[in-house]
């Protein structure tokens, strides 16, 4: 029921920044719990920030912690990923998720049910 669409990704250099966004629809979006989630070639998809239904509260991965920053803007239905300081292993198809929720930001692939199509990040060495 819930439509998502990411843009932003792209090819950058090693230590770059990039912008992700995801524009949602269909849903109360001030109801859902979002999240951004990546996949590298041959691996498995894994969480890397997610972030209550009013922003008051957000989870990182280990791996990013310090370098993205995951938030969103309830009035535009979007969420966007900053990411800094970027690192070749952060190449991957990231993907924007979606799952009602008002407090609990689960971190588990199957905890949602909502997914946009996937934005291709290329980070250079």
């Known amino acids: 029921q819930v439509q998502l669409v990411e843009s932003g990704g792209g090819l950058v250099q090693a230590g770059g920044s990039l912008r992700l966004s995801c524009a949602a629809s269909?849903?109360?979006?001030?109801?859902?719990?979002m999240a951004w989630f990546r996949q590298p070639p041959g691996k498995e998809r894994e969480i890397v920030a997610g972030i209550s239904s009013r922003g008051g509260r957000s989870y990182y991965a280990d791996s990013v912690k310090g370098r993205f920053t995951i938030s969103r803007d309830n009035a535009k239905n979007t969420v966007y990923l900053q990411m800094n300081s970027l690192k070749p292993e952060d190449t991957a198809v990231y993907y924007c998720?979606?799952?009602?929720?008002?407090?609990?930001?689960?971190?588990?692939?199957?905890?949602?049910?909502?997914w946009g199509q996937g934005t291709q990040v290329t980070v250079s060495s």
């Open positions: 269909g849903g109360t979006f001030a109801r859902l719990v």
């Open positions: 998720a979606a799952r009602a929720s008002l407090s609990y930001i689960y971190t588990g692939v199957g905890d949602y049910s909502s």
